[in-house]
């Protein structure tokens, strides 16, 4: 059974920083591109980051040159690093595969990311 | 960026009824089209991929077509449970991009 399990949520202040993990299992997870999506409360979906199989890494403009994506593909896990931390990203973060058709097939439960003084 | 506009914002249909919701993209996605359903509380999960694939576990009712940048995601067959907010989501292009989201009500 696919499972993936985001830890290190919290609530830091602005400017501190965080680290996210996705501890994978149930499949190669060095045989899959890896994303990082988030969604504030009430609001939809958002493309975070992403990580191929070789270790490439995309980022969107609102967390480029602040969050960095990694993956360690001996301990199956996924990690988003996340730097000078703003209001606008407390979310849930969620981890999550990609599979068939380059769509997000499996999906973490998520951490919730608060960022407040 | 490519920008994913979802209509209508809610749709509010009875149990049974055909719910129809559109995905219109800024530019082609070429097939690297998907939806997903997220129902109150839940995580988001994958219903169809590459515009028209049904993904594992989801129930014929659910259909996409589509191609270029104007898609379709069509529930037949509305059921109460079926009560969710749908995204569409491209993987053509970086940045990744999803739509707003269409909210289905069932009355």
């Known amino acids: 059974e696919v499972q993936l399990v985001e830890s290190g949520g919290g609530l830091v202040q602005p400017g501190g920083s965080l680290r996210l993990s996705c501890a994978a299992s149930?499949?190669?997870?060095?045989?899959?591109?890896m994303h990082w999506v988030r969604q504030a409360t009430g609001k939809g979906l958002e493309w975070v980051s992403s990580v191929g199989t070789p270790g490439e890494s995309y980022y969107a403009g609102s967390v480029k040159g602040r969050f960095t994506i990694s993956r360690e593909n001996a301990k199956k896990s996924l990690y988003l690093q996340m730097n000078s931390l703003r209001a606008g990203d407390t979310a849930v973060y969620y981890c999550a595969r990609e599979g068939y058709g380059h769509a997000f097939d499996f999906w973490g439960q998520g951490a919730m990311v608060t960022v407040s003084s | 960026e490519i920008v994913l506009t979802q209509s209508p914002a809610t749709l509010s249909l009875s149990p049974g009824e055909r719910a129809t919701l559109s995905c219109r993209a800024s530019q082609s996605v070429s097939s690297y089209l998907a939806w997903y359903q997220q129902k109150p509380g839940q995580i988001p999960r994958l219903l169809i991929y590459?515009?028209?694939n049904r993904a594992t576990g989801i129930p014929a009712r659910f259909s996409g077509s589509g191609s270029g940048t104007d898609f379709t995601l069509t529930i037949s067959g509305l059921e109460p449970e079926d009560l969710a907010v749908y995204y569409c989501h491209q993987r053509s292009n970086w940045p990744l991009t999803f739509g707003g989201g269409t909210k289905v009500e069932i009355k």
């Open positions: 149930g499949f190669t997870f060095s045989n899959y591109d």
């Open positions: 590459d515009v028209s």
